[in-house]
């Protein structure tokens, strides 16, 4: 994830450049990450500029086809622990799925 956030030209193969191999998508023209085990096909529903001198943008996209590995499934929902998600925070802060808690919806 943060190899592939350098300034690359359109020229550069950011999957080579990462160590990763690409696998065509099914449903849209983005190739997916091979060694990931879960992949998300999203087609662009919104670009919304920010406004921070317009370089920062959001991206709003509907979901089309998603792919998970079994070896990362419990029946039909995700097991975390396998999985072994990591998530971006802010800045150079990621966080780990293995801290997690359970809140109860009121009844």
Do not use: W
């Not at 992949?39 to 001198?53: K, S, T």
């Not at 709003?60 to 990591?86: C, F, N, P, Q, S």
């Not at 998530?87 to 780990?96: D, E, K, L, P, Q």
């Amino acid at each position: 994830m943060s190899v592939t956030s350098g300034s690359f030209s359109a020229a550069d193969d950011e999957f080579a450049i990462a160590g990763l191999s690409a696998v065509p998508g099914q449903k849209v023209k983005a190739p997916l990450v091979a060694e990931s085990p879960a992949n998300i096909e999203c087609r662009v529903a919104q670009i919304l500029d920010l406004g921070l001198d317009g370089r920062t943008h959001l991206v709003i996209g509907d979901v089309v086809a998603i792919h998970v590995d079994e070896r990362v499934l419990e029946g039909t929902r995700v097991d975390h622990d396998a999985l072994k998600a990591v998530g971006r925070m802010a800045g150079s802060t990621y966080v780990r799925t293995g801290d997690r808690f359970d809140v109860l919806r009121p009844t």
